[in-house]
């Protein structure tokens, strides 16, 4: 392995959550008089913290959304998770070829701890992560596209960033990933490549990542 650590995204990478969460964050938006389409969704808050859809909404209309948006959001969320939420085809077989080379891994999640852990305990994944290896965007002052998250991660898990490689699916991630000095191989499932600008290797099967981690 030519990394000490290997720091997943969660969402599109690990649970197959992105198509569920943007048409309900798509339409909860047109829902309060901002008409957001599911390709709006994609392109404009996919892969980003929560606080970035309250900014945009606020730039692009002086309107601020309401006070428990974030909890009707992922109320709606939580409970198409517990409905329709599976793991990404392959990531099992990947997590289980880490644990037993002995490999270090983690998450690292624009989405808040309790998301994390929803999203895993209802896909079977809760089993490869414990407490210690999961770190949300509510854990810095600033989420994806800046540093803080993928800095915070490797710090608490004891690598450099320089010895760490990042799987991710999204523009702010692959960003924030790049500015905090660690390699980033971009996951091109959901996300055209050409998005992915500066991920140092593009694949879209779970199946071919081990490989890549050589």
């Known amino acids: 392995m030519r990394y000490d650590l290997v720091i997943f995204d969660n969402d599109g990478v690990l649970v197959d959550s992105e198509p569920m969460s943007n048409r309900l ?65 392959g990531v099992t077989d990947v997590l289980e070829k880490l644990a037993a080379d002995g490999v270090p891994y983690c998450v690292a999640s624009s989405g808040s701890h309790e998301r994390i852990r929803v999203g895993h305990r209802t896909t079977g994944l809760d089993r ?4 210690e290896r999961i770190f949300s965007a509510d854990d810095v002052g600033r989420g994806k596209p800046a540093p803080d998250l993928f800095l915070h991660a490797a710090e608490r898990m004891g690598v450099a960033p320089g010895r760490c490689v990042v799987v991710e699916d999204s523009p702010p991630g692959v960003q924030a990933a790049m500015a905090a000095g660690m390699d980033v191989y971009g996951f091109t499932a959901m996300t055209p490549a050409e998005r992915l600008v500066g991920a140092g290797h593009l694949f879209s099967c779970m199946e071919e990542l081990p490989d890549l981690l050589r």
């Open 128 to 131: 490869w992560f414990t407490d």
């Open 25 to 89: 964050l798509a339409a909860y938006l047109t829902e309060l008089g901002h008409p957001t389409s599911y390709e709006d969704s994609i392109r404009d808050y996919m892969g980003s913290a929560m606080h970035r859809v309250h900014d945009l909404v606020l730039e692009r209309t002086g309107r601020r959304l309401p006070e428990d948006f974030d909890e009707v959001f992922h109320a709606r969320v939580f409970a198409a998770f517990e409905r329709e939420l599976r793991p990404v085809p």
